[in-house]
């Protein structure tokens, strides 16, 4: 299929880009596959990765296995489990750990040090998989019962904090935006996925009481106004589980 250039045009001018995972100039992962991605991470000596339980999918000999039980309560209510794997490289050779997601998805690896997220991320309850750095895992409450509520996010979100690599898990597409200072988009309320902690969450009305009951977008849509980066997907886990479930006989 030729490339359209025009359309290309089209598609930069939105200032959005489609996720491509970058990696820096010394990468300690790698992520494979389109779908049901896997992420390999590299361990030096006592370095560490932790992850959700049943994401470890392969790894070598010389990493071990353990668990941490701490924040049960606030990861419960951020759509984790209560206790956390550490896979630690024990020994001074390089190690190696394969992870993958609990659901078909994709791996979406964010550097909590860059500039665009400036050390906070807030995202979707259930969005977190693993994480080698420094990170911790908070739940982020909005007590705005309108946003809560109409926002796409819930009353209990997930906070990452820290200087490390996180990676999230997600189904759909997943886009990206960076958005400057006081810059707004409009998103649908079911593709919110993540945002760096600087950026405002809004809501506003997706219309008129005509469009608001018959437009199929809901009563409100999320604003995000910058600075900061924005992620979003087209199909959620929750909507992705209802198009593949079998219809009822």
Sequence with gaps: ME???????????TGWQKFEVLYPDEPKYNVTGA??????????GAESVYAEPGTMMYMSENI?????????F?????GESCCTMVMENTQ????????????PSKVIPVDLSSDNVKGSLVCKAGSYMAHYGECEIETDFDFNPCKACCGGAGFVRQGLKGTGTVFLNSTGTIMQKVLAEGEKIVVDTNCVLAWAEEVE?????????????LGGEGVFNTVFVGPGLVMVTSMNP?????????EPK
Aim: charged share 10%; hydrophobic share 40%; with cysteine.
């Design 3 to 13: 490339v359209n250039e025009q359309g290309l045009l089209v598609f930069k001018s």
């Design 35 to 44: 779908d049901s991605q896997v992420v390999t991470v590299q361990l030096a």
């Design 64 to 72: 071990a296995s353990n668990t941490e039980c701490g924040g049960c």
């Design 74 to 78: 606030q990861r419960c209510c951020s």
């Design 92 to 103: 001074e050779e390089l190690g190696f750990v394969g992870l993958t997601p609990n659901f």
């Design 201 to 213: 969450m809004e809501l506003q009305s997706a219309g008129g009481c005509c469009a608001m009951a």
């Design 238 to 246: 929750h909507q992705y589980q209802v198009a593949v479930a079998p």
